[in-house]
């Protein structure tokens, strides 16, 4: 039996590693929620230098950055290096009602944690009706 060689076939495999490695070190998977009156980001960096995160907003748009260096060891060979170096970058548009300049972050075991909190003027409140004495009077006479 002859064996097909197709060098596409090598080339496409290769051009497939790069570009899912490439994806991979762009990747930054996130979780969003709410808990009471404010929301919570929590973004997984594992390995970012802490002194290299950086968190901005401006206008609408958030934005987390973060760095993942390399092992600066020359005298090196290497037989397996899948882990993404370089950086990570996410930008987030946000929307209104949230208090933008009281955000919070936290990086602690490889993981990014932003709290937002609800502006006051976002926030739901009861509001109070008055009711007149004149109705009530008026009901009274009807009577």
Known sequence: MAN???PFQELDRLFGQMVSSQRASAQM???L???GDHYVLRTDLPGADPGSIDV???DRTLTIRAERSAAEDNDVQWLA????VGTY????????GLAL???EATYADGVLTLTIPVAEEAKPRRIEVQHSAQ???LTDAAS
């Not at 290096?81 to 993404?84: D, G, S």
């Open 135 to 137: 109705n009530a009077q």
């Open 81 to 84: 290096k899948e882990r993404p």
């Open 56 to 58: 901005n907003v401006e």
């Open 101 to 103: 300049d009281k955000i």
């Open 89 to 96: 970058a996410r930008q987030l548009t946000v929307g209104r």
């Open 29 to 31: 998977p996130m979780d």
């Open 33 to 35: 929620y709410r808990s």
């Open 4 to 6: 097909r060689y197709d």
